[in-house]
C-alpha cells in the first residue's frame, strides 16, 4: 500500500478531486499555501494499493497543469520601498508536487 501526497493549485483541485471520484479513488482534501507565492493550494492525501499507484498518477498528471502567471513581486526588506516599482514577473504556476510514499500500516475505523 502507498500514501500519495498531491500538493496542487486550487483551481485544479476540483477538477482532480471529480477525477479521482470518478475512478473510484478516495482522497482526504487539505487547505494549504504555498511558500513562494503565498497562493491557495490544495494538498491531497490518497491511499492506493501498489498496483493502483500507476493510475492514481495519471489522474493527477491529466488535471493539474502547470501554466503561466503575472505576478507583483514583493518588495524587497530594508529598502526604501518609495523608490521599489514592482513589475509584473512571469512565473510558472499549476502542475503538481506529488510524494509516493510506502504504508506499513493501514486501518479504517
Do not use: W
Amino acid at each position: 500500500m502507498k500514501l500519495i501526497v498531491a500538493v496542487v493549485q486550487d483551481k485544479d483541485s476540483n477538477r482532480l478531486s471529480d477525477a479521482l471520484v470518478e475512478h473510484n479513488h478516495q482522497a482526504t482534501k487539505l487547505a494549504s499555501t504555498g511558500g513562494f507565492l503565498k497562493a491557495g493550494n490544495t494538498t491531497f492525501m490518497i491511499g492506493t494499493e501498489d498496483e493502483n499507484v500507476d493510475d492514481v498518477l495519471k489522474i493527477i498528471n491529466d488535471n493539474c497543469k502547470s501554466r503561466e502567471q503575472l505576478v507583483a513581486p514583493i518588495s524587497p526588506m530594508g529598502g526604501n520601498a518609495d523608490s521599489y516599482v514592482p513589475y509584473p514577473v512571469e512565473v510558472q504556476v499549476g502542475g503538481a508536487t506529488v510524494f509516493v510514499l510506502p504504508v506499513d500500516q493501514f486501518e479504517k475505523f
